[in-house]
């Protein structure tokens, strides 16, 4: 069986009926007042795991997160850590720590006393926080910024503080809500590499809340997809992205172009859906929907090429249209399509010479075209 996209590590428990999960969400549901939060929620995140919960505004994955923490208790439903039921525990007696988009340090400490704050808390002996802390300073590379208050220090250091303080009492998760949304976007993203790197290292938990779709798909081993209460779908970023369960989860992450037909014809591996009358798509898919039913085609840009010419069979997977728009992004160039039908299709291509010999125009004919295998069915 072909793998949907690289394999970042061999970790995947979550396919092994024996793996026990380390953290349960079971039935559980939020609400405040008449408003549900989180609607009979169950999932599963396993030891070592770095899970995302990804969802817009309002979808439920904070007040998931929170009700991990202890600071939200479930309305209905269980919680399980480890094999030990949450209910009735207080956040400071959870093996879990938090870690805020805010950062949430002491102004008036220094870098040193913030990651030691929680230690001395625990009335852990002088020698052991301040050879704790060493080693936390060390491990965030901020060794000689101990002496420096938090407003001497950029946002990237910042947050390096508030994640030091968060791993000094050695938690046996860590729960970051939207840690990086304060950063740049060059800072933002090796930051992402860094904190990938730390959690295999240091062998723990982390579950990150985030609505940023490129951070989720880049530091996760699986992402939960959340709408209105609910996990749409959890699986693999490659999975999320080449495989979504829905018409929503293939809108929602990414770029998309969705085409709606009837199913024209069926045979053991391929799936015919007729668009209109001079364009019909051919899908290698095990789905078996039924004959003349109504179905979702779903298509990422990048799986689109554009040619001036047409292909060996134009009715099938291919499409002529008009060249509306055309954007440099410097790695890769995106072309707006209109098609025949109406349909403004997205196509977009690697720029991976850097001079282009007879480059499209803006108002151009050309061909969008792609395999059989590129695209995927939609359940609903």
Request: net charge neutral; hydrophobic share 40%.
């Amino acid at each position: 069986m072909k793998s949907l996209g690289n394999i970042r590590r061999s970790f995947a428990p979550w396919t092994d009926p024996a793996s026990k999960p380390f953290i349960a969400f079971k039935n559980v549901t939020k609400r405040f007042g008449d408003f549900t939060a989180v609607d009979d929620l169950s999932l599963n995140i396993y030891h070592r795991e770095f899970f995302a919960l990804l969802g817009a505004s309002g979808c439920g994955k904070s007040t998931l997160l929170r009700m991990l923490a202890g600071f939200e208790q479930p309305t209905s439903g269980e919680i399980i850590l480890d094999g030990t039921d949450l209910a009735g525990t207080p956040p400071y007696k959870r093996p879990v720590n938090m870690m805020f988009q805010s950062y949430a340090l002491f102004p008036h400490m220094t870098v040193e006393k913030n990651v030691a704050f929680g230690l001395r808390q625990d009335g852990m002996p002088k020698d052991e926080i301040a050879e704790r802390v060493s080693q936390m300073l060390k491990m965030v590379k901020l060794e000689k910024f101990a002496a420096r208050k938090p407003n001497q220090l950029s946002g990237g250091q910042r947050q390096r503080v508030a994640l030091a303080r968060s791993l000094a009492k050695r938690p046996k998760v860590l729960l970051l809500d939207e840690p990086l949304g304060a950063l740049d976007k060059k800072l933002r993203e090796e930051t992402q590499f860094e904190l990938m790197d730390l959690q295999q290292n240091l062998g723990l938990t982390f579950v990150v809340v985030t609505h940023d779709q490129e951070e989720a798909m880049t530091m996760a081993d699986r992402i939960a997809v959340m709408s209105h209460g609910k996990v749409i779908q959890v699986a693999t970023p490659a999975e999320i992205y080449e495989a979504p369960n829905s018409r929503f989860v293939a809108d929602f992450i990414g770029d998309v172009n969705i085409f709606d037909g009837k199913v024209a014809s069926l045979n053991d591996s391929t799936v015919e859906i007729g668009v209109d009358n001079d364009f019909s798509i051919k899908v290698v898919t095990p789905e078996k929907p039924v004959m003349g039913s109504p179905v979702g085609f779903a298509i990422r840009p990048e799986k689109l090429k554009v040619s001036r010419t047409p292909p060996a069979n134009p009715k099938v997977n291919a499409a002529s249209g008009e060249l509306w728009d055309i954007g440099y992004l410097g790695d890769m160039t995106v072309f707006h399509i209109k098609l025949k039908n109406g349909k403004v299709v997205k196509a977009s291509s690697l720029n991976a010479q850097r001079s282009v010999d007879d480059p499209f125009t803006y108002d151009q004919d050309v061909w969008v075209s792609f395999a059989d295998d590129a695209g995927v069915l939609l359940k609903d």
